[in-house]
Structures are given as C-alpha cells and as structure tokens.
C-alpha cells in the first residue's frame, strides 16, 4: 500500500534530511519535489497546493524542537500536514441508539460494496454488535445471492430480498425485521451504476428518507485515484455522505484518492479494505498512514494483526514450550499458519519501522509458507512431535510425500533445530517478547528456506 508514493517522497525527502537549519531555498526545493510526487501520485491539484502552503508556513515559522536536526523538524512537519490533511484522527463509525443504526453503503458498481457489507459486518460482529446484512442491490445479477453467502460465511442475518421487489420497500421490510431480530446494526447494499446518473441518485435518496441512516458511507476504489474523488464529490452533493471506504488498498494504487478524498469532501475515510479474505478491513488512522507512506512503518497496526492471529493463552503455552526446548514442529506449523493469516508477508514486515525501503526491491516469496506446511504435513504425528526420529531414508519418503527433494527436508530440519536454540537461549519470562522473538525467526525462517 502506497509504494510508489513512498519511493517518491522518501527519495524527495532524502536530501534535507540531514540539513543544519532550514531557509527559504531549501524548503522550496524539497516543496517541488514532494508536490511531483504528489501529483503523480494522482492527489487533488486543489489539495497539493493547500498541503506545501501549510508545510512551507509551519517549516519556516516553526521553532525546531532540541535534540532534531532542521531536516528532522520538516519531515515531521510533513508527517503532521499529511496527518491533518487526511482528516487527524480516526473516525469510528456513530451507531448510538434507537437501534438498529442503519448504515448505507453507496458507490459506483464494482467499487466492491457488496464485499464490503460483508467484511463491515464480519467487523462489528467481532465487536459484539448483532448485524443485519441488507440487499438492496436488485440489478445487478446474483448481487442478493452474494451478499446472503457472505452473510451465511460471517454467521450473520440476512434479509431475503427478492429482485422483483422496490429498494426502498426491501428497506423498510428490513428496518422492521432488523428491529424485530434485536439487531444492533443494519448494513443496507445499494446498487451502484458504471457512472452517477439521475435514476440511481434519485433512488438512493428515496432510500435516505426511508431509512434516516445513521452513517451514509461512499465505497470508493481506491485503484481509480482522481476519478473517486470527484465521484463522491458528485455522492456527497446529493446524499451529503458521512464517510468513505476505500477499497482494493493492496493493489497498485497511487494513493490519491486517500489523500484527496477527505479534503474535498470534508468526510473521514473511516476504513480500508486490504484484501479479499472478510477479515480484510482495517480502521483508517490518518497518523498511521502517513506514517506508513513517509517509510516509518506501522507498529501499532501490527500489532492489532498479531493480536487477532495469535490467541493469548495459546502464546502463553507456546512461550512455556519454548522456553523449556519443547516446541515442535506440530508448533511451528501452527504458527505459521496464524502469521499467514495475518497476511502477505512484504506487508507484514512493510509495517516495521525501516523495512518499507529494505523491500522495494527484495523478493519475498509466500511460496515458502505453502512448501514448509506441505513438509510437515507429509511427517507422522511421531515425526512433528520429535524431529530426531526423522533419518536420511524418512527424509526420502517425506520429500516423496510433499513434493520437495531431501535437501529441502534436511534444512527446515537443521533451521527449526537452530531456531528452538537460540529460542531457549533467548527467552526469559516475558511472553510478549517470546512472541515477538518467535514470529521475527518463523518469518525469518519461512524466507531462508
């Protein structure tokens, strides 16, 4: 996420970093290369003039902090005006009572409204609230049957909307049905078209009168940069939206539409899509992703990913295995498995402080997870409990069995070895560092295989 724009504004950015004290000149030339990189970052024209203005003010009126350089100072000042320009703060979703809180999704069709119901609902379920999935979409083929899978993969309800009937009736049969089902919230899908048109913004303000929602949220592809922008502009003057969902976040995309959208709009961007899988949908910190794009990284969304891949006490019987030389590899592959969960692994180790450079051009191959479960999984539950058992001839028939050569059994058999060394040598008591020793070498590892 943001690559590109990372590239250009590190490399923008580089060259005052390390200057003694800020002028005129300096700042102004840093300012032209950060505006390049902006604009081609696909970012409002409006909005990149407004950014350097604020940037240039604060970096020439500002006093620098003791213990920065000048260089340090303007970066930060940077960080800050991205930040600020990106709506300060997080924005949770308003869902306070009388219940159900209706919450419309709206957008052009194939921004990705109707997955998006889904992931918004697998969310606010792992919140505690009780979700009402709602299709109201009853053009586009098959979209009432993709929204009720879904529903069914959550452990949700869902409203059986028919395509013969109004959007607006399936609306209000469902706030009824919703009440009457105690549900929290109702997540209602509209329809979208290929562009705005009179017929689709008339049907959705029907649907508004009807419903009163409480949050009114513009799904926007995130890949389309500009061309969202002035979409929920357009959305916006009809249905005066309350927030933004940017999707398809893992993509090629430019960053534009993240850096425009709540500028023009005056609405927060309150979640990012970053993948397909329903538990894909992260909050949007606007601190967190200029942190992100300026290649400082992103602990604190790191850690919220580890800390739904790993349960507690499951960490806490595994730092006992490992401080006493106990882990197996039945261990490791498990936990392989909640760090896959976590995600593709450039985007994991994108998120600590550093990497995001290191990375640009390293190869970090995924495939590695899928060859080590598949060794594993051809060992005898004897095997994966005690790794000495496995001799050069069950080797043969494990690398037979996974489709790998003997070699590749005999060095995941030699790393796993060092591994719970240096895993017994290293960890004490504390089992947030155990668990942040293990992933650091499972990943590691994965990677040198």
Partial sequence: MFEALQEKLSGALSRIRGTPRLTESNIQEALEQVSQALLEADVNVRVVRAFLDAVRQHALGGEIPGGITAGQYFIKTVSDELTRMMGGAHTPLKLDPPIPAPVMLVGLQGSGKTSTAGKLAKFLSEQGKRVYLVPADVYRPAAIEQLQTLAAQVGVACHPSRTDQDPVAIAQEALTAARQAGADVMIVDTAGRLAVDEELMTELERIKA????????????????????????????????????????????????????RAVTQQPIKFLTVGEKL?????????????????????????????????????????????????????????????????????????????????????????????????????????????????????????????????????????????????KQTLGSDPRKAAQMAQAMMGGASQGF
């Fill in 210 to 261: 009807s419903l009163q929602p409480r949050e009114i949220l513009f799904v926007a592809d995130g890949m389309t940069g500009q061309d969202a922008v002035n979409t929920a502009r357009a959305f916006h003057e009809r249905l005066q939206l309350t927030g933004h969902i940017l999707t398809k976040m893992d993509g090629d995309a430019r960053g534009g539409a993240a850096l425009s959208i």
């Fill in 279 to 423: 538990d894909n949908l992260e909050r949007f910190h606007p601190e967190r992703v200029a942190s992100r794009i300026l290649g400082m990284g992103d602990l604190v969304t790191l850690i919220e990913k580890a800390q739904r891949s790993f349960d507690e006490q499951r960490a806490l019987e595994m730092q006992r295995k490992m401080s006493r030389n106990e882990f197996t590899l039945a261990d490791f592959l498990e936990q392989i498995r909640a760090l896959r969960s976590m995600g593709p692994m450039k985007d994991i180790l994108g998120l600590v402080p550093g990497m995001g450079a290191a990375l640009k051009d390293a190869s970090v191959d995924d495939g590695q997870f899928v060859r080590i479960e598949a060794i594993i999984c051809s060992m005898t539950p004897r095997e994966r409990q005690n790794f000495h058992l496995i001799n050069p001839s069950r080797q043969k028939r494990i690398a037979k069995g996974s489709g790998t050569r003997p070699s590749d059994v005999n060095r995941l058999l030699k790393q796993f070895a060092q591994m719970r060394k240096m895993l």
